[in-house]
């Protein structure tokens, strides 16, 4: 049993030395020793050895299904006319005749565009043209040959015996250094220094957790990142965003005050960084919440503010409908577009199905987190321009910006 014990200790020291020397500290200090840029090549060719493996099986087995587009209602293909022919054919009618049962054709019709509509798909999971190794990625997947599986097979021992302790890990030094970094610094006075004391802090912490993830961030046109005093918008597709646009600089966050471990940490940045929190009552006050951002923006030395206006995540598609709260504050909006590559794995947050710990989870045991992140020059209101006007233009840029589709609603 001591021998036991030896070993186990053995490894864990180990371990913690790779995991320190390795990753958090070069993460620390913005470095990286490439071998997450390796690891991401790797995947590539192994992804594209399987889209060529799939396509050739599909043809070789042609009862394996073809994948359904994104949407939660399975459609035939073909037109009205041609479906309502087929459904009189199989009943003996004439072309032109008329049956009290077709009303029921339409009345489906009716609702599967009212279940299925443009909006509604934008709250699902984007679905892939090809299985990327993943099992929740496509769900009509079918067993295609062995080498295939065994690859698969191999994939789930490295992302969950391999890459999921790992990630746990440096995630529990980022949260931990975190908490305990900003609580310190909060207890310094009010100088120069304890901001700069602070922004390192969290871009640390930050850089930390999105190691931990296999983060691999592309930024764009940085002359344009947001400045102090200004307000930060992006479009929204997981709580993640928050992790990788912290990477590049820091931000003052705006949202509801929470119990449990993400009050303790929102109590902790707060003493550090002026952070906007709010209780659930001031949240429904709009008059309330427009004046304490203002005032924050007011004040050129504060960090930016972080405001995701579309109020909830969207799939990596598109973008939805920007609040106008964020453009009636003042003051310079600066707009950044952040694309996820859904071939990694899926970043979007569904919580009407997923509780925060089990996305975690999902997201810690895919391949890696791959984005783009543009920031786009800064714009102001114009003159005539009401608040509803300024915040779809700012929408319609991200949306140009990042290849995502630009909804009305």
Not at 67 to 96: D, F, H, K, T
Not at 209 to 233: D, F, M, W
Not at 346 to 357: I, Q, R
Request: net charge positive.
């Amino acid at each position: 049993m001591d021998d036991l014990w030896c070993v186990a200790a053995g490894v864990f020291q180990v371990w913690m030395f790779v995991v320190v020397f390795f990753i958090m500290l070069p993460a620390m200090f913005g470095l990286s020793l490439g071998v997450t840029g390796v690891y991401i090549q790797i995947l590539v060719r192994i992804l594209e050895w399987a889209t060529l493996r799939i396509q050739r099986g599909r043809q070789q087995q042609p009862s394996v299904p073809v994948p359904l587009p994104n949407g939660i209602i399975e459609r035939a293909g073909g037109s009205m006319e041609e479906e309502m022919e087929q459904l009189r054919s199989s009943r003996s009618l004439a072309g032109g005749e008329f049956a009290l049962s077709d009303v029921f054709y339409f009345y489906k019709k009716g609702v599967e565009s009212i279940v299925d509509d443009q909006v509604t798909q934008r709250f699902s999971s984007e679905e892939l043209a090809s299985w990327n190794l993943l099992t929740r990625t496509n769900q009509n997947f079918r067993y295609i040959s062995l080498r295939l599986t065994v690859i698969w097979g191999l994939g789930v021992f490295v992302r969950y015996c391999v890459l999921f302790p790992l990630r746990i890990t440096l995630a529990i030094i980022g949260l931990s250094w975190l908490v305990i970094g900003t609580t310190l610094v909060g207890f310094l006075p009010e100088s120069s220094e304890k901001n700069w004391l602070s922004e390192l802090v969290h871009l640390t912490c930050y850089r930390i957790c999105a190691r931990g993830l296999s983060a691999t961030i592309h930024y764009h046109n940085k002359e344009n990142k947001p400045q102090k005093g200004g307000i930060c918008v992006v479009n929204h597709t997981t709580p993640i965003d928050v992790v990788i646009l912290a990477n590049d600089g820091c931000y003052a966050m705006v949202g509801q005050i929470h119990g449990g471990l993400m009050g303790v940490i929102q109590r902790s940045r707060v003493r550090s960084c002026p952070h906007v929190w709010f209780e659930r009552s001031e949240m429904k006050d709009r008059h309330t919440v427009t004046s304490r951002l203002r005032a924050h923006v007011a004040a050129k030395t504060k960090l930016p503010i972080l405001i995701f206006p579309e109020g909830t995540c969207i799939n990596n598609t598109s973008v939805m409908m920007f609040k106008k709260g964020s453009f009636e504050i003042g003051g310079t909006i600066y707009p950044v577009a952040i694309k996820y590559d859904p071939r990694f794995g899926d970043a979007f947050w569904n919580s009407s199905k997923y509780n925060m710990v089990s996305y975690l989870l999902r997201m810690m045991t895919s391949w890696a987190i791959v984005v783009n992140v543009w920031y786009l020059p800064p714009m102001t209101i114009q003159d005539g321009e009401d608040a509803a006007q300024f915040a779809n233009r700012v929408k319609s840029a991200i949306a140009e910006q990042g290849g995502l589709l630009d909804l009305a609603l």
